[in-house]
């Protein structure tokens, strides 16, 4: 007897207050690695109604007009009217920044003085910098090897601002959140059963100020220029059994920090996959590559999206976990979820032998440093709003499948591109 369940993942736009938040530290952080590779940056926001904060801890040789740098990104996202009660020009920006505690820093600060490919015996000496558990994960549910739901959630938001920034649905606010569920049949997807948007509008749209006309408006353009343009690659569309739901409470006007107040790090499951695979529990923003947080998150994924690719599994999620001031993985599981196609003891003997997973060897296998500056100073802001991973918009080399044709070599299969 076949088992049908419905899975669910959210996702929310840039204007949201925590994704203003996390799109701040990491605009601190590019801005620090573009002119000191070597920067230490752990950079937490705090945004509310007229109010922008940031602390953390900080050290660097690089010196950025802070103030200038994060007014920037506040109008950037859109928040421009003081009226909203949050603005790039009017709120408050205030700094509590320390320097990185050297008993954390002990560990790793050895990588700070190698500007140099580093040796495999250089790699054994740079420890992570801290102790915790990441995890990676792929699946054969949509082109870029991400589950479902995530993928239509971000895909949604990602519109949502498209559609405000172009003026194509210009009433639009910068504060959003979407919501999908999908129908699966023995693991597989069948059906779209439910989307859901909230987002952020003015008062009044086009002259209607009647707040049911206002919603209808919304609801029917949202319909036509957002959810529509969001499966153009996907095979599964929604039907008329699809439910649609368009701002539940009735209207939303008041958002942003206005609405509520933001924190960097506060959307994890967000920035990674929706909840359909376990997650360490490190956020990734404002944190520099030496924080195993981000980077071993970015190489778990690498790991599990070329296995993929490869054919090795329809699903896959790869577990690494690390100890402070030592350089190679406590532990690294791979978990195929019955989907694998080779024996999973050999999958994870060849992924030791072909996959960097010491910290320093995956800021210098996926350039985690230097990306900011090659990318003329913007890179890990980028990546703040609409995942971490799965996207095709962006250039992100732990989104590359170059590995395909070694796992496939390994298992002596055909090394034709998946």
Known sequence: MSKRYLFTSESVTEGHPDKVCDQISDTILDALLTLDPNSRVAAETVVNTGLTLVTGEITSQAHINFV????????EIGYTNADNGFSANSCAVMLAIDEQSPDISQGVTAAQEQRHALSDDELDQIGAGDQGLMFGF??????????????????????????????????????????????????????????????????????????????????????????????????LKPTEKTRFIVNPTGKFVVGGPQGDAGLTGRKIIVDTYGGYSRHGGGAFSGKDPTKVDRS???????????????????????????????????????????????DEDKLLEVVLKNFELRPAGIIQDLNLRGLPAERGGRFYQDVAAYGHFGRNDLDLPWERTDKVALLKAAFELATATA
């Open 68 to 75: 200038e740098l994060i007014r920037n990104k506040i109008a």
């Open 296 to 342: 071993a998150a970015y190489a778990a994924r690498y790991v599990a999206k070329n296995i993929v690719a490869a054919g090795l599994a329809d699903k896959c999620e790869v577990q690494v976990s690390y100890a402070i001031g030592v350089a190679r993985p406590v532990s690294v599981l791979i978990e195929t979820f019955d989907t694998g196609k080779v």
């Open 138 to 235: 792929a699946c054969n549910e949509t082109p870029e090897l991400m589950p479902l739901p995530i993928s239509l959630a971000h895909r949604i938001a990602l519109r949502l601002s498209e559609v405000r920034k172009s003026g194509k649905l210009a009433y639009l606010r910068p504060d959003g959140k979407t919501q999908v569920s999908i129908a699966y049949e023995d693991g597989v997807p069948v059906a779209i059963d439910t989307i859901l948007i909230s987002t952020q509008h003015d008062e009044a749209i086009a002259d209607i100020t009647d707040n049911d006309a206002v919603q209808a408006k919304i609801k029917a353009d949202l319909w036509d220029f957002v959810v529509q343009a969001s499966f153009t690659d996907i095979k």
